[in-house]
Each structure stands twice: as structure tokens, then as C-alpha cells.
């Protein structure tokens, strides 16, 4: 699933090609993604992208007359390609733009979105509620001490609510919890301001070292074949249960929550 790192990466490697452009036509396919694509979405057609920017995992393509909101979902990926490249079987969405390029949105299992607003984005009922952004000032350790005061919620589903923060996938709570040595078990409210200032460092660095390392992956963004801005990340414990703890070499362990695959070191992680 594109966790925020791979949104990222996909805005930093559409904008050179989009921003400042004008949409000359936009072809929707097959309208049917989590939400339908409402047919206002044609009003981009003869507008100039001004802004593309992200809220969570939100890509929003800026005008002066509206906002396009996307989500790429469990499986989404978008693609700058030559107008004229032949659609395949889950190119749901292409935005041509005047330069000779298009926007190609491909979701194998449609739970992406492509919407229209006209009114202030911020305020759409999809992004009013949600939480700062990780790699904001707005966020940091004294920020989380005081949301979770009285909060009896573990600690791995409390970073991960999009109300409290988000952008926080389960493959990063369960590295920055590693990194910070915290049990993802632990109630968020009996964690104390020093171990939050040491949990949103690593929440941080983990998110910036995932962005870093799509940023190498840019140029695959105007390919017509393989995975555009998705990448292997060197993980500590997502993925290596049963394995030896790279801190202390004790076999890290897995458990479910949330339904979520959970891995820590019982050890390392108090
Ligand atoms: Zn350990």
C-alpha cells in the first residue's frame, strides 16, 4: 500500500512536469474508484496547475478555480507519460496536459479516489479532521505528551490515528517504536515526555530516510514499465519476526494488533 513516504515521492517526481502546465483534457475511464469520479472533474479541463501539494496521503493539484483531490489507495500509482501511450487494463484516469504529457492513474483494486472541490481544501470533510503533518514543526514530542494524557490507548494504534498525526502506516509505528525502544503495547497516557521527545525524533527520521530513499527512484516516474516510486526499505523489525534483534540479538517477536502485524523486541522495547 503507498504509505505517505511513496505520496511523497510521486509529488516530488510529478510536479516538474505539471506544475505551471495547463490541462487540455481529462479522460476517466472507468469512474468507479472508492468514490465515483464526479463529473466535475471535467472543470479542470483549460486550467493551469498553480500548486501541487499533499495533505497525509492526499495529492491535491491546485487552481485557481478548484482543487483535485487524489488518493492512490491500497494499489494506486501514477504515471507522466507521452499523449498517445495505449491504456492498459487498470488506467482508470488520464489528465492531458497542453505540453504533449498526461497523468495516468492506475489502481488495480479502485480503492483510490479522484474528487473536485471548488471551496477551500482544507475544509473538505476528507482533510478538516485530520492531525498535523509528521515532518512539521507543528509536531513533535511535546505535542504528543499532551494529546495522550488520559489516554489509555496503545501506544502503536495512538500514532497511528490520522486524528492524532498523520501518515504514520504500521510498517513505520512499529520501526520508530523499535528505534525509540518503546513497547507498541504500552498506553499512550503512562509514557512519559521524554520518551514522546525520543518517539517523534524517530518518527521523523524514519519518514525522511523512506522519502529519501524513493527520491532515488524518481526517474522511473515517465517509464511506461515497472513500479513507479515505490522502494525497498532497509526495516529493522517490519517483516523480521522470529529474526535476531540487530540491537541485542534476542529473536524479535510478532503479535497482531488491530489486526496489524506487530513486531518488536521484548527486550529492547519497554
Ligand atoms: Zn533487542
Not at 117 to 144: C, I, K, N, S, W
Request: with cysteine; proline share 6%; charged share 25%.
Amino acid at each position: 500500500m503507498p504509505e505517505l513516504p511513496e505520496v511523497e515521492v510521486s509529488r516530488l517526481g510529478i510536479t516538474p512536469h505539471l506544475l505551471g502546465e495547463s490541462v487540455m483534457r481529462v479522460v476517466v475511464r472507468n469512474p468507479s474508484l472508492r468514490w465515483p469520479v464526479p463529473t466535475e472533474i471535467q472543470e479542470l479541463t483549460g486550467l493551469t496547475i498553480t500548486g501541487i501539494r499533499r495533505r497525509a496521503k492526499y495529492l491535491l493539484l491546485e487552481t485557481d478555480w478548484g482543487t483535485a483531490i487524489l488518493h492512490l489507495g491500497m494499489s494506486g500509482n501514477l504515471k507522466v507519460l507521452p499523449h498517445g501511450t495505449p491504456a492498459g487494463k487498470h488506467d482508470h484516469v488520464d489528465i492531458e496536459f497542453a505540453n504533449g504529457k498526461l497523468l495516468r492513474l492506475n489502481d488495480p483494486r479502485r480503492f483510490g479516489c479522484l474528487l473536485w472541490t471548488r471551496e477551500a481544501v482544507e475544509q473538505h470533510p476528507l482533510l478538516a479532521r485530520l492531525g498535523p503533518e509528521p515532518l512539521t514543526d507543528a509536531f513533535d514530542g511535546d505535542y504528543l505528551y499532551q494529546r495522550s494524557r488520559g489516554r489509555k490507548t496503545a501506544i502503536k494504534q495512538f500514532i497511528m490515528d490520522n486524528h492524532i498525526v498523520v501518515g504514520v502506516g504500521n510498517i513505520y509505528a512499529n520501526e520508530s517504536l523499535f528505534a525509540a525502544g518503546i513497547s507498541p503495547k504500552r498506553e499512550a497516557g503512562n509514557i512519559g515526555r521524554e520518551r514522546y521527545l525520543k518517539l517523534a525524533g524517530e518518527i521523523k527520521a524514519v519518514l525522511a530516510k523512506a522519502i529519501g530513499q524513493g527520491g532515488t527512484t524518481l526517474k522511473d516516474f515517465t517509464g511506461s514499465d515497472g513500479k513507479p516510486g515505490y522502494f525497498v526499505q532497509e526495516l529493522q523489525v517490519y517483516g523480521r519476526a522470529e529474526q535476531p534483534c540487530v540491537q541485542c540479538g534476542g529473536l524479535l517477536k510478532e503479535i497482531r494488533m488491530n489486526g496489524r502485524s506487530t513486531v518488536f523486541c521484548p527486550r529492547c522495547q519497554r
